[in-house]
């Protein structure tokens, strides 16, 4: 992302998705061997996935067979290799990449970047934005401008980067009242897609993130109970909205909240991610829809009342 721009109360989405890249310089065989021992697959196991033989894959892996153009995005296919990379394979086998990566903010895409935008506008008052292969935020609607409100200018300078908006200490992180659980859960999602992508800028972006002060463990008159979190989200209960009347409302234990402060209150929020199906160009294929799902009634009935 090279800018942003608030346009009808959201911030637009613009040019530049960046991503990982993957190995220059060798061989099919020696990328494909990589990509299939990283997926713990065997050469059977992937050669049945793909209709072929392991003495094939094992020829292939070698450099003592050439793998067709088909036989690459096949494998590719089998293995969840990403569409950047899939290029990268077929570069590597002698062969003219297939997926085109066309900028944002280029009229091909315009169906695409309209409808995003009428998407998340459409999830008003919840918070939803759109970020790409390294967090940094393409899109997003009021409620994550209402979000980052006081957040220093020197995070809000383009491009802006999910993670380090709501890891900082001077971001959101001081205002997440499960801030140890929620940072565990963001961090295990990194690794994860980093042993995905294995995308240096994303590597990169992890170890700054890591880095920053965390939380102290001990429980706060605030905080909620340790949601055991190890690489999944896991349950939690949301927290109370000061003021409300009546005690703290239950919450069913489906997803790790996010409980985060905001003008005296805490918000309590679960968040989903959406992908697009089938991807044809690289850049579609790194864009992720996140959405904050309100937790408990007393989120709702406060965001709406903002909106009013």
């Known amino acids: 992302m090279t ?4 346009t009808s109360g959201s911030v637009s989405v613009s040019a530049g998705v960046r991503g990982g890249d993957s190995a220059a310089g060798q061989g099919v065989g020696p990328l494909l061997r ?4 990283q997926r713990r697959v065997s050469q059977l196991e ?3 996935r793909a209709g072929s033989s392991a003495r094939h894959i094992s020829f292939v892996e070698t450099g003592r067979s050439r793998p067709s153009e088909e036989m690459v995005l096949r494998l590719a296919e089998h293995l969840d290799v990403p569409v950047r990379d899939r290029n990268s394979l077929l570069l590597a086998a002698g062969y003219a990449p297939r997926y085109p990566q ?3 903010d280029d ?15 459409g999830y008003e008052p919840y918070p ?4 790409d292969a390294t967090y940094d935020v393409v899109a997003a609607n009021r409620g994550v401008l209402m979000l980052l409100d006081g957040v220093p200018g020197h995070l809000l300078a383009p491009p802006l980067n999910a993670m380090r908006l709501t890891l900082h200490p001077e971001g959101l992180a001081p205002r997440i009242r499960n801030l140890r659980e929620w940072r565990g859960h963001l961090l295990a999602q990194m690794e994860r897609d980093i042993a995905l992508r294995r995308s240096e800028p994303l590597r990169a972006l992890y170890e700054e993130v890591a880095a920053y002060p965390a939380p102290d463990p001990g429980p706060g008159p605030a905080a909620v109970p340790d949601a055991g979190l190890s690489g999944e989200s896991r349950a939690g209960a949301a927290g109370s909205v000061p003021g ?3 005690a703290a409302e239950p919450v069913s234990r489906f997803a790790l909240p996010m409980r985060i402060e905001h003008a005296g209150r805490v918000l309590s929020f679960v968040s989903s991610i959406s992908t697009f199906n089938t991807p044809m160009d690289v850049t579609v294929s790194e864009l992720a829809i996140e959405t904050l799902l309100p937790a408990d009634r007393a989120t709702v009935a406060y965001l709406h009342s903002l909106m009013s």
């Open 3 to 6: 800018s942003t721009a608030h």
């Open 244 to 246: 409300d009347e009546g």
């Open 46 to 48: 992937l050669a049945l």
């Open 34 to 37: 990589g990509w299939r021992e």
């Open 128 to 131: 939803a934005l759109v970020v």
């Open 102 to 104: 066309t900028p944002l």
């Open 107 to 121: 009229p091909a895409l315009g169906a695409l970047r309209e409808g995003v935008e009428r998407l998340i506008r």
